[in-house]
T-cell receptor
Framework: DAKTTQPNSMESNEEEPVHLPCNHSTISGTDYIHWYRQLPSQGPEYVIHGLTSNVNNRMASLAIAEDRKSSTLILHRATLRDAAVYYC?????????????FGKGTKLSVIP | DGGITQSPKYLFRKEGQNVTLSCEQNLNHDAMYWYRQDPGQGLRLIYYSQIVNDFQKGDIAEGYSVSREKKESFPLTVTSAQKNPTAFYLCASMLLTGRGNTEAFFGQGTRLTVV
């Protein structure tokens, strides 16, 4: 399985942008990069995914490095409700597309 | 509304008892998954199923059992063989298309406590 590496924790001030990094140096050409977040005492929820190009949606932006060995989840204005654990995972295509493996993620704290 | 539902939200079990956690989805998803989460830790895979009547062990299957008799249901039984069952259990489902671009949906979790 291709693995990801994230910092254990990060802090951000409220209403400032947050850049959450993820390294995935062994990513294959058909692996998709997904981000999920888990609020306290809840199940994870999907945030965004991408393959090669940067992606934007109402929740966040995903910036993918040109060599695809790293990516960054961008929250444009952090709110207290964004305090959560953020998981960066890789999803394979083909025979391994069923795989859904999570690491420990990055715990984001938002300071009022 | 389509979604994935886990029940109950809280469950208490006496030592030596088996207990079954429910997971139901009406999203017509092929794959379903069970995870265990301990405080401050990530998600560890217990079992998964890609299709009805078939399932595979994950990383920590010992002391657990599952069934997949219907596409929409994937119950997890925590048996008395599981030595430390107190944890937060999460169920997920996902559509399989052969590409890695489908999102997984999670239930709200069941918090199991052994008393």
């Amino acid at each position: 399985d291709a693995k990801t590496t994230q910092p254990n924790s990060m802090e951000s001030n409220e209403e400032e942008p947050v850049h959450l990094p993820c390294n995935h140096s062994t990513i294959s050409g058909t692996d998709y990069i997904h981000w999920y977040r888990q609020l306290p005492s809840q199940g994870p929820e999907y945030v965004i995914h991408g393959l090669t190009s940067n992606v934007n949606n109402r929740m966040a932006s995903l910036a993918i490095a040109e060599d695809r060995k790293s990516s960054t989840l961008i929250l444009h204005r952090a709110t207290l409700r964004d305090a959560a654990v953020y998981y960066c995972i890789l999803r394979a295509s083909g025979a391994g597309s069923y795989q859904l493996t999570f690491g420990k993620g990055t715990k984001l704290s938002v300071i009022p | 509304d389509g979604g994935i539902t886990q029940s109950p939200k809280y469950l208490f079990r006496k030592e030596g008892q088996n207990v079954t956690l429910s997971c139901e989805q009406n999203l017509n998803h092929d794959a379903m998954y069970w995870y265990r989460q301990d405080p401050g830790q990530g998600l560890r895979l217990i079992y998964y199923s890609q299709i009805v009547n078939d399932f595979q062990k994950g990383d920590i299957a010992e002391g657990y059992s599952v069934s997949r008799e219907k596409k929409e249901s994937f119950p997890l039984t925590v048996t008395s063989a599981q030595k430390n069952p107190t944890a937060f259990y999460l169920c997920a489902s996902m559509l399989l298309t052969g590409r890695g671009n489908t999102e997984a949906f999670f239930g709200q979790g069941t918090r199991l406590t052994v008393v």
